[in-house]
C-alpha cells in the first residue's frame, strides 16, 4: 500500500493546497494529511481552527485521505509512524525549489527509504500561497480578491474573522438581503456621516478588541443596524433606534438571548438610554463615539458631515444644541465607558471637543 505525507501549517487552505492534495489521492493509496505547529510562526487561527477548516474544505473528497496532527515532529518521523514511503512537496517557482532541495536531502540523510516527490502546480496556481493571501487582507477591498485564490470554506471564514466591509459581514451573518437592505438604507440621500463608512469604522474598531467579547456575533449585529434607520429630525426619544431594532428584528431569525442583547446594545447608542446591559453594551457604544477620539482632521471632516445631515437646522440652533451635547460630554467624568477606549481616545476627544466648543461659540 503507497501511503503519502502532504503536510503543512495551512493557517490559510488555498486552492494550491487543495489542488496538491486532490494530486496526492489520486497518485497514491494512501494520502495523510499532516497540520503541523511551528512554535516560531504566529498563525491567524488557532489549530483547532485549522483542522476544522481543512477538514471541511476536503469533505466527500476522497476516502482514502486522511487529516491529523504532526504538531512538531520532524517530518520523516511522522512519516516513519504512519508507514509512508512518501512525502509529497509542491514546487511553484525556482526559490522553492532550491529549498525543497535542501529538505529532500535533510530528509533522505535521516531516512532514505522515504522518498520525496515533487509535484508543480498549473500557472493559474503557481503564485498562489498563504502569505500572499495574508498580505491581501491589508487591502480595501480583500473579500473579493481572495476568493480567486481560497476555497470557499476559507473564504468565509476570512469574512468571518477579518472583514470590516458592512456588506461582507451582513452577507456572512444574515444573508444577502438582509446585507441589500443594509446597503439601501445606509447609502440614502442626506447620509453623510451615519453612512456604510460609519459602519466600516466600527467594524474596524471591533476587530482590534473581538477577543474581549462575550457575544461577538450579537456585538456585530448592534453595529451593523444601529444606525439602519436614522432621521436627525426625530423628535420622539429612542425613535431611531427603537426603528433601528425593530428592522433587525423583521431581517433576522433571533434567539432569546440574541433578542435581548442586541436590542440593550442599539439601545443603548442613544447615550442617554438606562435599561439593561453588559460589557458588551459599554463596547458597543465605545465603538460608536470612537470618532470623538480621531486626528484633528477626521473629527473635523465628522462634525462637517453631521453639520450637513442637520442642513434643516439654523446655525444659531444647531450651535445651541451641538454646544449643549458637547458641554455634557466634557461634564462626564470620562467620555469611553471601558478603559480600552479610554486610554486610546479620552485625551484626544477631549482637546478635540473643546476646540469644536470654541469654534461653535
Known amino acids: 500500500m503507497r501511503i503519502a505525507i502532504y503536510s503543512g501549517s495551512f493557517d490559510i487552505v488555498t486552492e494550491g493546497h487543495l489542488w496538491m492534495i486532490k494530486k496526492g489521492v489520486s497518485l497514491f493509496d494512501q494520502l495523510i494529511v499532516g497540520i503541523g505547529t511551528n512554535p516560531s510562526k504566529q498563525t491567524l487561527f488557532d489549530f483547532k481552527t485549522r483542522k476544522r477548516l481543512l477538514e471541511s474544505t476536503c469533505?466527500?473528497?476522497?476516502?482514502?485521505l486522511i487529516i491529523e496532527d504532526f504538531g512538531n515532529l520532524a517530518l520523516v518521523q511522522f512519516a516513519r509512524d504512519k508507514h509512508a514511503a512518501y512525502i509529497l512537496r509542491g514546487i511553484r517557482s525556482m526559490s522553492d525549489f532550491d529549498y525543497e532541495r535542501m529538505l529532500k536531502n535533510v530528509n533522505t540523510d535521516l531516512d532514505d527509504?522515504?522518498?520525496?516527490?515533487?509535484?508543480?502546480?498549473?500557472?493559474?496556481?503557481?503564485?498562489?500561497?498563504s502569505s500572499m493571501v495574508k498580505g491581501m487582507l491589508k487591502i480595501k477591498g480583500w473579500e473579493t480578491i481572495?476568493?480567486?485564490?481560497?476555497?470557499?470554506?476559507?473564504?468565509?471564514?476570512?469574512i468571518e474573522c477579518f472583514s470590516c466591509d458592512p456588506l461582507e459581514v451582513a452577507r456572512y451573518y444574515i444573508g444577502i438581503q438582509a446585507s441589500l437592505m443594509i446597503e439601501q438604507r445606509y447609502s440614502a440621500a442626506g447620509r453623510f456621516y451615519h453612512n456604510l463608512k460609519h459602519i466600516e469604522n466600527c467594524l474596524t474598531e471591533f476587530r482590534e478588541i473581538e477577543a474581549k467579547m462575550i457575544d461577538p456575533r450579537a456585538v456585530i449585529l448592534a453595529l451593523l443596524f444601529h444606525d439602519i434607520v436614522y432621521d436627525p429630525q426625530a423628535q420622539q426619544h429612542l425613535a431611531n433606534e427603537t426603528a433601528s431594532w425593530d428592522m433587525l428584528k423583521q431581517l433576522c431569525q433571533l434567539n432569546d438571548q440574541d433578542h435581548s442583547a442586541i436590542m440593550n446594545h442599539i439601545l443603548h447608542t442613544s447615550h442617554n438610554f438606562i435599561g439593561d446591559k453588559n460589557e458588551d453594551t459599554d463596547y458597543v457604544c465605545d465603538i460608536d463615539m470612537a470618532i470623538l477620539g480621531y486626528s484633528e482632521h477626521e473629527f473635523e471632516q465628522y462634525e462637517a458631515n453631521i453639520r450637513r445631515e442637520y442642513a434643516f437646522a439654523s446655525d444659531a440652533d444647531y450651535q445651541a444644541g451641538r454646544g449643549h451635547f458637547l458641554q455634557t460630554l466634557l461634564a462626564s467624568e470620562q467620555i469611553f465607558k471601558t478603559d480600552y477606549f479610554k486610554n486610546k481616545y479620552e485625551e484626544s476627544a477631549r482637546a478635540n471637543i473643546k476646540n469644536l466648543i470654541k469654534q461653535l461659540s
Request: hydrophobic share 45%.
Open 146 to 158: 481572495v476568493k480567486r485564490y481560497v476555497p470557499e470554506t476559507m473564504s468565509l471564514a476570512l
Open 113 to 129: 527509504s522515504i522518498e520525496t516527490i515533487f509535484l508543480m502546480p498549473p500557472k493559474n496556481l503557481s503564485e498562489v500561497s
Open 59 to 64: 469533505a466527500g473528497l476522497a476516502d482514502n
